[in-house]
């Protein structure tokens, strides 16, 4: 995040002093204040589309939970020997009853 700050500061604080001809102290603060723009959009980014980064208790945790017994999603889902989380495969399902991609099914029911 510095890095990104920093590098942001630099490359805006030229941008201003030499395309748009501003004095050092004029280019050194719209450097700054664009430099903010871009590290808060950064951050802001990492923060909302990466939560799993983020450091904390549930960092690792399966983002599709656990049931309300404490078994894991996996344990149940190859038990009930369902796939709810492929796409067109409703839950409940048998995984082995996908057909072509026209829907057709490829087990006997």
């Known amino acids: 995040m510095t890095a990104v700050f920093l590098t942001a500061w630099v490359g805006f604080t030229g941008l201003e002093r030499w395309n748009e001809l501003a004095p050092w102290s004029a280019a050194m603060a719209a450097g700054l204040f664009w430099a903010g723009v871009v590290a808060g959009t950064w951050w802001f980014a990492e ?16 983002p599709r939970g656990a049931a309300p017994d ?40």
Not at 50 to 60: L, Y
Not at 90 to 107: H, I, K, V, W
Request: hydrophobic share 35%; proline share 7%; glycine share 16%.
């Open 70 to 109: 404490g078994e894991p999603a996996e344990e149940r889902e190859a038990r009930a020997g369902t796939a709810p989380d492929r796409v067109g495969v409703a839950a409940g399902e048998p995984a082995s009853g996908l057909g072509s991609a026209r829907g057709e099914r490829t087990d006997a029911r």
């Open 47 to 62: 923060w909302t589309l990466f939560p799993r980064a983020r450091h904390g208790a549930d960092a690792g945790a399966d």
